[in-house]
Protein backbone atom coordinates (compact mmCIF):
# COMPACT_ATOMS: atom_id res chain seq x y z
CA UNK A 1 0.00 0.00 0.00
CA UNK A 2 3.34 2.48 1.01
CA UNK A 3 4.02 1.99 -2.14
CA UNK A 4 1.15 2.41 -4.29
CA UNK A 5 0.44 5.48 -2.89
CA UNK A 6 4.11 6.51 -3.46
CA UNK A 7 4.40 5.82 -6.92
CA UNK A 8 0.88 6.99 -7.77
CA UNK A 9 0.35 10.22 -6.15
CA UNK A 10 4.66 11.67 -6.65
CA UNK A 11 4.50 12.98 -3.49
CA UNK A 12 7.42 12.51 -0.80
CA UNK A 13 7.85 9.29 1.32
CA UNK A 14 6.83 10.78 4.74
CA UNK A 15 3.77 12.44 2.95
CA UNK A 16 3.00 8.84 1.65
CA UNK A 17 3.68 7.22 4.72
CA UNK A 18 1.01 9.38 6.42
CA UNK A 19 -1.55 8.71 3.55
CA UNK A 20 -0.63 4.62 4.23
CA UNK A 21 -1.75 5.15 7.78
CA UNK A 22 -4.87 6.55 7.14
CA UNK A 23 -5.41 4.45 4.11
CA UNK A 24 -4.68 1.19 6.46
CA UNK A 25 -6.95 2.39 9.40
CA UNK A 26 -10.11 3.48 7.69
CA UNK A 27 -9.36 0.14 5.75
CA UNK A 28 -9.60 -1.89 9.09
CA UNK A 29 -12.47 -0.26 10.20
CA UNK A 30 -14.72 -0.84 6.64
CA UNK A 31 -13.43 -4.48 7.12
CA UNK A 32 -14.46 -4.78 10.63
CA UNK A 33 -18.05 -3.54 10.25
CA UNK A 34 -18.73 -4.97 7.55
CA UNK A 35 -18.16 -8.49 8.78
CA UNK A 36 -19.91 -7.75 11.80
CA UNK A 37 -22.96 -6.76 10.25
CA UNK A 38 -22.55 -9.38 8.00
CA UNK A 39 -22.12 -11.93 10.77
CA UNK A 40 -25.26 -10.15 12.57
CA UNK A 41 -27.62 -10.68 9.94
CA UNK A 42 -26.78 -14.07 8.74
CA UNK A 43 -27.04 -15.22 12.21
CA UNK A 44 -30.38 -13.74 12.48
CA UNK A 45 -32.42 -15.25 9.12
CA UNK A 46 -30.66 -18.24 10.30
CA UNK A 47 -28.45 -18.88 7.37
CA UNK A 48 -26.76 -21.69 6.76
CA UNK A 49 -22.65 -21.47 6.37
CA UNK A 50 -21.51 -21.95 2.71
CA UNK A 51 -25.04 -21.34 0.58
CA UNK A 52 -25.39 -19.05 -2.22
CA UNK A 53 -27.68 -16.97 -0.04
CA UNK A 54 -24.77 -16.33 2.36
CA UNK A 55 -22.97 -15.76 -0.51
CA UNK A 56 -25.12 -13.06 -2.01
CA UNK A 57 -25.60 -11.54 1.45
CA UNK A 58 -21.98 -10.94 1.89
CA UNK A 59 -21.35 -9.77 -1.48
CA UNK A 60 -24.13 -6.84 -0.88
CA UNK A 61 -22.43 -6.24 2.15
CA UNK A 62 -19.09 -6.21 1.37
CA UNK A 63 -20.31 -3.71 -1.43
CA UNK A 64 -22.89 -1.70 0.18
CA UNK A 65 -20.22 -1.13 3.51
CA UNK A 66 -17.49 -0.18 2.07
CA UNK A 67 -18.73 2.04 -0.68
CA UNK A 68 -20.46 3.91 2.23
CA UNK A 69 -17.65 3.81 5.05
CA UNK A 70 -15.18 5.44 2.24
CA UNK A 71 -17.74 7.79 0.53
CA UNK A 72 -18.21 9.57 4.04
CA UNK A 73 -14.46 9.72 4.36
CA UNK A 74 -14.46 11.34 1.09
CA UNK A 75 -16.75 13.47 1.96
CA UNK A 76 -15.69 14.33 5.04
CA UNK A 77 -11.82 15.14 3.53
CA UNK A 78 -12.79 17.09 0.40
CA UNK A 79 -15.28 19.82 1.44
CA UNK A 80 -12.54 21.22 3.70
CA UNK A 81 -9.98 23.22 1.67
CA UNK A 82 -6.87 22.19 3.35
CA UNK A 83 -3.65 24.14 2.48
CA UNK A 84 -1.22 21.69 0.42
CA UNK A 85 1.58 22.78 3.21
CA UNK A 86 -0.11 20.63 6.02
CA UNK A 87 0.40 17.48 3.74
CA UNK A 88 3.79 17.75 3.51
CA UNK A 89 5.21 16.00 6.05
CA UNK A 90 8.94 15.22 7.58
CA UNK A 91 10.62 12.31 8.89
CA UNK A 92 9.51 13.12 12.45
CA UNK A 93 5.85 14.77 12.12
CA UNK A 94 4.83 10.69 10.84
CA UNK A 95 5.20 9.25 14.29
CA UNK A 96 1.99 10.80 15.35
CA UNK A 97 -0.28 9.14 12.76
CA UNK A 98 1.97 5.69 12.59
CA UNK A 99 1.32 5.23 16.33
CA UNK A 100 -2.42 5.73 16.22
CA UNK A 101 -2.94 3.26 13.55
CA UNK A 102 -0.76 0.45 14.77
CA UNK A 103 -2.02 1.07 18.36
CA UNK A 104 -5.32 0.65 17.15
CA UNK A 105 -4.58 -2.26 14.40
CA UNK A 106 -3.16 -4.41 17.58
CA UNK A 107 -5.83 -3.47 20.17
CA UNK A 108 -8.63 -4.22 17.89
CA UNK A 109 -7.26 -7.45 17.07
CA UNK A 110 -6.06 -8.42 20.57
CA UNK A 111 -8.98 -10.50 21.48
CA UNK A 112 -8.44 -13.08 18.25
CA UNK A 113 -4.79 -13.62 20.16
CA UNK A 114 -5.33 -13.59 23.44
CA UNK A 115 -8.78 -14.05 24.80
CA UNK A 116 -7.81 -13.85 28.52
CA UNK A 117 -6.48 -10.32 29.14
CA UNK A 118 -8.07 -7.77 30.38
CA UNK A 119 -8.50 -5.92 27.28
CA UNK A 120 -10.01 -9.02 25.06
CA UNK A 121 -13.15 -10.92 25.37
CA UNK A 122 -13.45 -14.65 24.42
CA UNK A 123 -17.25 -14.53 23.61
CA UNK A 124 -17.20 -13.87 19.66
CA UNK A 125 -19.99 -10.96 20.12
CA UNK A 126 -17.91 -8.84 22.36
CA UNK A 127 -15.02 -9.53 20.04
CA UNK A 128 -16.62 -7.66 17.01
CA UNK A 129 -17.68 -5.06 19.05
CA UNK A 130 -14.24 -4.56 20.64
CA UNK A 131 -12.89 -4.92 17.00
CA UNK A 132 -15.07 -2.30 15.12
CA UNK A 133 -14.91 0.37 17.95
CA UNK A 134 -11.54 0.46 18.44
CA UNK A 135 -10.72 0.94 14.63
CA UNK A 136 -13.55 3.89 15.06
CA UNK A 137 -11.94 5.16 17.27
CA UNK A 138 -8.67 5.52 15.33
CA UNK A 139 -10.48 6.80 12.12
CA UNK A 140 -11.69 9.04 14.39
CA UNK A 141 -8.60 10.28 16.14
CA UNK A 142 -6.39 10.62 12.82
CA UNK A 143 -9.22 12.93 11.25
CA UNK A 144 -9.11 14.95 14.21
CA UNK A 145 -5.53 15.02 13.74
CA UNK A 146 -6.09 15.63 10.53
CA UNK A 147 -8.07 18.83 11.00
CA UNK A 148 -5.75 20.60 13.72
CA UNK A 149 -3.04 20.00 11.85
CA UNK A 150 -4.39 22.02 8.47
CA UNK A 151 -5.99 24.61 10.53
CA UNK A 152 -2.57 25.28 12.30
CA UNK A 153 -0.64 25.63 9.09
CA UNK A 154 -3.88 28.00 7.74
CA UNK A 155 -3.52 29.93 10.70
CA UNK A 156 0.43 30.12 10.04
CA UNK A 157 -0.56 31.52 6.56
CA UNK A 158 -2.55 33.87 8.02
CA UNK A 159 0.05 35.16 10.15
CA UNK A 160 2.35 35.62 7.47
CA UNK A 161 0.25 37.52 5.37
CA UNK A 162 -1.01 40.00 8.17
CA UNK A 163 2.82 40.48 9.01
CA UNK A 164 3.04 41.23 5.35
CA UNK A 165 0.59 43.75 5.12
CA UNK A 166 1.30 44.96 8.56
CA UNK A 167 5.01 45.91 7.37
CA UNK A 168 3.77 47.45 3.95
CA UNK A 169 1.70 49.57 6.33
CA UNK A 170 4.78 50.77 8.31
CA UNK A 171 7.07 51.44 5.30
CA UNK A 172 4.16 53.47 3.62
CA UNK A 173 3.83 55.37 6.92
CA UNK A 174 7.70 55.99 7.10
CA UNK A 175 7.67 57.46 3.27
CA UNK A 176 4.52 59.63 3.85
CA UNK A 177 6.80 61.24 6.95
CA UNK A 178 10.07 61.56 4.60
CA UNK A 179 7.87 63.50 2.21
CA UNK A 180 6.73 65.62 5.10
CA UNK A 181 10.10 66.21 6.09
CA UNK A 182 11.41 67.45 2.71
CA UNK A 183 8.56 69.49 2.24
CA UNK A 184 9.12 71.49 5.49
CA UNK A 185 12.54 72.01 4.80
CA UNK A 186 12.50 72.87 1.27
CA UNK A 187 9.37 74.31 0.34
CA UNK A 188 8.12 75.39 3.46
CA UNK A 189 4.39 73.66 3.47
CA UNK A 190 2.78 72.48 5.89
CA UNK A 191 2.94 68.89 6.87
CA UNK A 192 0.13 66.80 5.25
CA UNK A 193 -0.13 65.12 2.13
CA UNK A 194 -3.12 67.09 0.83
CA UNK A 195 -1.37 70.55 1.76
CA UNK A 196 1.43 69.68 -0.21
CA UNK A 197 -0.95 68.32 -3.69
CA UNK A 198 -2.66 71.47 -3.21
CA UNK A 199 0.62 73.73 -3.04
CA UNK A 200 2.13 72.01 -6.29
CA UNK A 201 -1.01 72.50 -8.10
CA UNK A 202 -0.82 75.96 -7.58
CA UNK A 203 2.83 75.89 -8.60
CA UNK A 204 2.77 74.04 -11.48
CA UNK A 205 -0.72 75.85 -13.05
CA UNK A 206 0.07 78.58 -15.82
CA UNK A 207 -0.34 82.04 -14.72
CA UNK A 208 -1.80 84.86 -16.75
CA UNK A 209 -4.17 87.89 -16.33
CA UNK A 210 -7.46 87.59 -15.92
CA UNK A 211 -9.54 89.67 -18.38
CA UNK A 212 -12.95 90.01 -19.31
CA UNK A 213 -14.65 90.13 -22.75
CA UNK A 214 -14.68 93.32 -25.06
CA UNK A 215 -17.40 95.62 -25.13
CA UNK A 216 -18.20 96.53 -28.12
CA UNK A 217 -20.05 100.70 -28.02
CA UNK A 218 -20.93 103.48 -30.53
CA UNK A 219 -19.11 106.79 -30.93
CA UNK A 220 -21.04 109.94 -32.21
CA UNK A 221 -19.82 110.74 -35.18
CA UNK A 222 -20.09 111.39 -38.63
CA UNK A 223 -20.17 109.13 -40.06
CA UNK A 224 -21.22 106.54 -37.36
CA UNK A 225 -18.49 103.70 -36.31
CA UNK A 226 -18.09 101.38 -34.10
CA UNK A 227 -15.30 100.87 -31.59
CA UNK A 228 -14.06 98.20 -29.33
CA UNK A 229 -13.50 98.31 -25.32
CA UNK A 230 -10.45 96.76 -24.59
CA UNK A 231 -10.80 94.27 -21.93
CA UNK A 232 -9.14 96.26 -18.92
CA UNK A 233 -12.51 98.75 -19.36
CA UNK A 234 -12.46 102.30 -19.59
CA UNK A 235 -9.63 104.61 -18.01
Not at 124 to 148: C, F, K, P, W
Amino acid sequence: MFGLIAVCCNIPLPSAGYLTACAFLTAEFAASLEWQLYSYTRHTLGLPEGGWRTAALSLVFLFVVYAGVFELMRRLVGRREDPPSALVFRAGELWPPVDISTACFLMSNLSFVYSNTPFSSSALESVYNIRTLIDLAGVAMLYAYHVQRCELYMQRELDAIQNVLRNQYVQYKQSRESIDVVNRKYHGTPSGGWTFWIAWRRRSAPTRPRTRRATRCWIPSSPARACTVPATGWS
